[in-house]
C-alpha cells in the first residue's frame, strides 16, 4: 500500500515521468553521467511538479465540498497556472493572487507567460504588493475567501506560508515510490539527486519518502528563495510536518540528510545571474532541455558549478530533477 493511501487524491498528473540521460551535457560537462527526471512532462498545462501536489490539495479540497480553489504566488508562479488549470478541469472556480516577488521587471514578465496563461484558463487574478511575507500573503487569501462565502461559494484556500501543514508534500512522498521503482525496474545506478528547493513542499516530500522507505539516496535542494541559513530548518521542519500528516511523529531528517546549496541563489529569487543563464543556454544547446531562470535553472547551475568545481566527481551518477517551468521563459525574454 502507498504511503499516502488514506489521504484524499484527485488524478491530474501523468505518472510515471520518465527518467532520461543527458549524454551531451555529461561530456560537455567533462564527466559524470546525468541523468534527467521529466517532472516537466507531468502534463496538465504544461506541466511541472505542481501537478503532483495540486492532486493531494484538490483532493482535500474535494473531499470539503468546494467549489472555488485560492492559492497566492509570484507573478511567473507555475503552482498558480497549475492551479488554474487543475480547477478548469475539475470545473472549479480559481482565484489567484500575484505577489511583486522580483522587482524592476517589465511588460512581459507581467503580461506573457505563465501570466497569460492564468487568464486563458479563466482564474480570477488579485495582487499583493509585498514580495516576501508569506505570512500576510496567506492572510489576504483568507480575505478572499471570506468574500466568497459572502457569495455563497465554498472556497478552499491553499496556503504555502510555513504555518500551514504541507499536503501538497505527499506528492513526492509518491514521487520517491516512484523513482525506487524505476531505479530497480531500469536497472538504473544514482548517487546524488538535485532539485529545486523553494517553498520544501517537493524537496522535503522527495526527502521524507526516501527515509520513509529506507532509502539513503541523498537528495541537494538548491536554494531558489531563501538562503540556505533559513531553507535548512524550513526543511527539516517540513520533513518532520509530513512524517505527521502520515502517521510517523518519529520522522526527522539528520543533519546529513539535509543537503543544501545556497551558491546559486544570489541577487535573490527570480533574479537571473551569468550561471543561471549559462546553464539555462547549456541545456537548451546541449540537449534539446528546457529549464526556467526561477527554479530549474539554478538548480542546474548547482549542478554544473558542482562538476566544475570538483564537488561532483567524474564518475558520479547525478539525477536532475526537472520541476518544470517553461513559461516563464517568455516573461523573462529581454534579459534572455
Not at 24 to 43: F, M, P, Q, W, Y
Not at 124 to 141: C, T
Not at 286 to 303: F, H, I, Q, R, S
Request: glycine residues 12%; hydrophobic residues 40%.
Amino acid at each position: 500500500m502507498s504511503l499516502t493511501a488514506e489521504h484524499p487524491r484527485v488524478p491530474l498528473s501523468h505518472r510515471p515521468t520518465p527518467i532520461e540521460r543527458m549524454p551531451n551535457l555529461s561530456a560537455a560537462l567533462g564527466g559524470a553521467e546525468i541523468l534527467v527526471k521529466r517532472d516537466d512532462c507531468t502534463g496538465l498545462a504544461m506541466g511541472g511538479n505542481k501537478a503532483r501536489q495540486l492532486e493531494y490539495y484538490f483532493g482535500a479540497a474535494r473531499a470539503q465540498g468546494a467549489d472555488t480553489v485560492i492559492i497566492t504566488g509570484a507573478v511567473q508562479s507555475n503552482f498558480l497556472r497549475m492551479t488554474a488549470a487543475a480547477a478548469a478541469k475539475l470545473g472549479m472556480a480559481c482565484e489567484i493572487q500575484h505577489e511583486e516577488r522580483v522587482s524592476s521587471m517589465g511588460v512581459e514578465y507581467h503580461e506573457s507567460g505563465n501570466v497569460l496563461l492564468d487568464r486563458l484558463l479563466g482564474a480570477k487574478i488579485h495582487h499583493f504588493p509585498v514580495g516576501e511575507d508569506e505570512a500576510g500573503a496567506d492572510r489576504a487569501l483568507d480575505e478572499i475567501a471570506e468574500r466568497c462565502r459572502a457569495e455563497g461559494r465554498k472556497p478552499y484556500v491553499i496556503h504555502l506560508g510555513i504555518d500551514h501543514p504541507p499536503i501538497g508534500a505527499l506528492g513526492y512522498v509518491d514521487a520517491a515510490e516512484e523513482l525506487l521503482a524505476q531505479i530497480e525496474s531500469e536497472g538504473l545506478e544514482i548517487d546524488l539527486v538535485i532539485v529545486p528547493s523553494g517553498s520544501g513542499a517537493t524537496h522535503a516530500g522527495l526527502l521524507a519518502g526516501l527515509l520513509l522507505l529506507g532509502s539513503r539516496l541523498p537528495v541537494l535542494g538548491v536554494c531558489v528563495r531563501r538562503e540556505e541559513s533559513l531553507q535548512r530548518p524550513r526543511i527539516a521542519r517540513r520533513v518532520s510536518e509530513i512524517g505527521a500528516l502520515l502517521g510517523r511523529p518519529d520522522l526527522q531528517a539528520s543533519d546529513g540528510d539535509l543537503r543544501i546549496d545556497g551558491s546559486i541563489l544570489a541577487p535573490g529569487y527570480g533574479k537571473l545571474n551569468e550561471a543561471t543563464q549559462e546553464a539555462i543556454q547549456l541545456a537548451a544547446r546541449c540537449e534539446g532541455l528546457l529549464v526556467d531562470p526561477v527554479y530549474t535553472g539554478k538548480a542546474l547551475a548547482a549542478l554544473i558549478a558542482g562538476r566544475r568545481g570538483g564537488g561532483i566527481p567524474r564518475d558520479a551518477r547525478v539525477l536532475f530533477w526537472h520541476t518544470g517551468g517553461t513559461p516563464a521563459l517568455f516573461g523573462y525574454r529581454e534579459l534572455l
